[in-house]
């Protein structure tokens, strides 16, 4: 399959959800090619870069959609990569190069109960897996953000638990959400997880599902979406070699 070529897109507004958020909503002719109903699927933002280096390619989450524009949301820290500091600086009227979407990554939406893990990166496709789930469904999401103040009102199902965990400075070791998963009841019948979340994070939550809690991989969907002093293209290098070594 050819993959769709990028588009230009205008910056329509930004705005902070939350102190450690920003969302750009984007907009303009190149979207009316844009599919719909692509609500978390991924999109690269291209940059373009000096001489002949090659472009610098971020990817991001669709947070929402509408007929004329789509949201994308930034996690902002004091040391900015290019994506965000770019967020942080943009005004309506700038442009920006879009690849994508990308196939969507949704949770098995058959299973008894369901578990969504993530950090702040996680937080948009976290947020629409939690709208899409039956209204009667049981579980939990376990999210850190950065601050209290960074905590969202997420509509879910009143037998849904959110359990949010504040977390400054992520962990080199990537025990903070692991420990969390630890403490909740786990619930009777088969479990959906769905997680994506830093590189080592991701590691020791897969092997905690995989070697101890032995869920069956096709209802286990784990990703990490970015890897701690790493900037995407070691990261991408770190997720190649890890795929070719498990």
Not at 38 to 53: E, G, H, N, R, V
Not at 101 to 109: S, T, Y
Not at 146 to 165: C, G, R, T
Not at 228 to 245: I, M, T, V, W, Y
Request: with cysteine.
């Amino acid at each position: 399959m050819n993959r769709p070529a990028p588009r230009t897109l205008d910056v329509m507004r930004t705005t902070y959800v939350t102190p450690h958020m920003l969302r750009v909503t984007l907009g303009g002719e190149g979207l009316n090619s844009f599919p719909a109903n692509q609500a978390s699927t991924y999109i690269k933002l291209i940059f373009p870069q000096p001489a002949d280096a090659r472009p610098l390619l971020r990817t991001y989450t669709v947070r929402q959609q509408r007929a004329s524009e789509i949201d994308v949301d930034f996690v902002i820290h004091d040391a900015a990569g290019p994506a965000s500091a770019w967020a942080v600086q943009a005004t309506p009227g700038d442009r920006i190069l879009v690849g994508g979407p990308g196939p969507k990554k949704e949770i098995d939406p058959t299973s008894d109960w369901f578990l969504l893990i993530g950090d702040m990166t996680a937080l948009p496709a976290i947020s629409v897996n939690i709208a899409s789930l039956p209204h009667d469904a049981t579980g939990y999401a376990v999210i850190e953000v950065i601050d209290a103040s960074d905590i969202q009102a997420l509509p879910h199902p009143e037998n849904f638990e959110l359990h949010w965990v504040i977390n400054p400075i992520t962990d080199p070791n990537g025990n903070t959400l692991l420990e969390c998963v630890r403490q909740l009841t786990w619930l009777k019948g088969q479990v959906s997880v769905w997680a994506a979340c830093e590189f080592s994070s991701m590691r020791v939550l897969r092997k905690y599902f995989k070697e101890e809690r032995k869920e069956q991989t096709h209802q286990l969907y784990i990703s990490s979406y970015w890897k701690l002093d790493s900037n995407e293209d070691q990261h991408k290098q770190a997720k190649r070699e890890d795929s070719e070594a498990s």
